[in-house]
């Protein structure tokens, strides 16, 4: 296939020039960050996004996003909702560097994991983008079970180390979105891990599920897998306490269907849904609404 010249400078711009300055960005973000105080860090982050990220396109989307889903908010209480989730998300990335040093001075309460140290095998931990999400997989980690992941390739490769030295912490074995993936799941629950999959996004190859009311394309992949292998579900709820302060809740086994069927998933992917979706009218500030959670027609 030939490449126009254009095509052509665009992509060397995108390796030679994008990718090196993003990447510079990115690490120099995350090395700062690391240098500072954990609470400074996510202070200063939370309050550098808080500023900026409202003059966006994102906060666009966000805001489309959220009257689509609760329609009946005045333009006060979204504004405030997404000033608020920006300064969280803000002090998601501040805290990023300091995961493990947040985990051992105990300001993660855990709630629920005696479901998870019954496990005689592996299992899957479901939750979404909510409050700090990177704490949900450490529930896990403190029973003694290594954790599974399923990644999609960044856009910009020279930044994949970030997402490597995450699971670094997990222990488990990670897989690329897709064939693999699916593979890969059933392999890591054969050898015991946990496999932690955040599924409040829009993924293509899924079915539409409704969600807020809306029709949005869901994964149904690990409820096919659990209710074949009767391998157990659990929710896993993060919730952003206060600064630097968490709860990531562990739900007992959710009750799975007898067959896979196509009504049965549906339901029990509704049912999912419909949890996750009271955990974000609960708190609206702490779920990352710029997510093409119904498409890019809203």
């Given amino acids: 296939m030939a490449f126009s010249a254009g095509q052509i ?17 990115g690490f120099g973000l995350f090395y700062f960050a690391r240098l500072l105080p954990v609470r400074f860090a996510s202070a200063a982050m939370g309050g550098l996004l808080g500023i900026v990220a409202p003059l966006t396109p994102w ?42 040093s947040i985990v051992d001075k105990g300001w993660v309460e855990f709630v629920g994991l005696e479901h998870l140290k019954a496990l005689e095998g592996g299992g899957f931990l479901i939750g979404a983008h909510i409050g700090n999400w990177e704490f949900g997989p450490f529930a896990a980690l403190t029973t003694g079970k ?48 946990m496999m932690c999959l ?24 690990h409820i096919k897998i659990a209710v074949k292998k009767q391998v157990p579900l659990f929710y896993m709820r993060t919730e952003r306490l206060g600064t630097c302060r968490f709860r990531v809740t562990i739900s007992p086994p959710i009750t799975l269907p007898d067959t896979a069927d196509d009504a049965a998933v549906l339901a029990l992917a509704s049912e999912i849904n419909h949890e996750i979706e009271s955990w974000i009218r609960t708190t609206p500030e702490q779920w990352f609404w710029p997510h093409r959670r119904w498409g890019k027609n809203i």
């Fill in 198 to 221: 955040l599924v409040d996004q829009q993924l293509r190859e899924g079915i539409s599920v409704p969600f807020f009311g809306h029709p949005a394309r869901t994964s149904i992949s």
């Fill in 146 to 193: 290594k954790v599974a992941a399923i990644y999609r390739p960044l856009n910009n490769p020279l930044l994949s180390g970030l997402l490597h030295r995450r699971q670094e912490t997990y222990g488990g074995d990670i897989y690329r979105k897709g064939r693999e993936a699916a593979l890969g799941m059933v392999s890591a629950l054969r050898k015991g891990q």
């Fill in 9 to 25: 400078l665009q992509k060397w711009f995108r390796q030679i020039i994008r990718w090196p300055l993003e990447a510079l960005f």
């Fill in 59 to 100: 906060h666009r989307r966000a805001l489309r996003n959220l009257a689509h889903a609760m329609p009946d908010l005045d333009d006060a209480e979204k504004d405030r909702i997404l000033r608020a989730m920006w300064r969280n998300l803000g002090r998601v990335i501040g805290e990023y560097p300091h995961i493990n």
